[in-house]
């Protein structure tokens, strides 16, 4: 069964920073790209970040490009989103993702609050 649990949310003031946290199980982890989305309050789910299988290419939103920075470690099957000069518009629970071939796999979420 896969499953992947994110961590690391919380509260945190502007400029402040996080570090969230995706355990992966279940699966190959290192034959698959990972991806990060987020869904704030009355918007739809948009992607935040993503990086390569082997973790050699990494796309980010325009958003946070610059503040924001997604890794993996393929050995503890963990992937990570780095997040600086954080804004009250990075509010949102944000998701771990795994597009395979038969499935997308998602996790719980871990809320992300950064006050003003």
């Known amino acids: 069964q896969v499953r992947l649990v994110e961590s690391g949310g919380g509260l945190v003031q502007a400029g402040g920073s996080l570090r969230l946290s995706c355990a992966v199980s279940?699966?190959?982890?290192?034959?698959?790209?990972i991806l990060w989305y987020r869904r704030a309050p009355g918007k739809e789910r948009a992607l935040v970040a993503r990086?390569?299988?082997?973790?050699?290419?990494?796309l980010y939103a325009d958003s946070v490009k610059g503040r924001f920075t997604i890794s993996r470690d393929n050995a503890k099957s963990m992937v990570y989103l780095q997040m600086t000069m954080l804004k009250p518009e990075d509010t949102a629970v944000y998701y771990c993702?795994?597009?395979?071939?038969?499935?997308?796999?998602w996790g719980q979420g871990t809320q992300v609050t950064v006050s003003s």
């Open positions: 993702n795994i597009p395979t071939f038969s499935a997308s796999y």
């Open positions: 990086i390569s299988s082997g973790g050699e290419s990494t």
């Open positions: 279940g699966l190959t982890f290192s034959r698959f790209p």
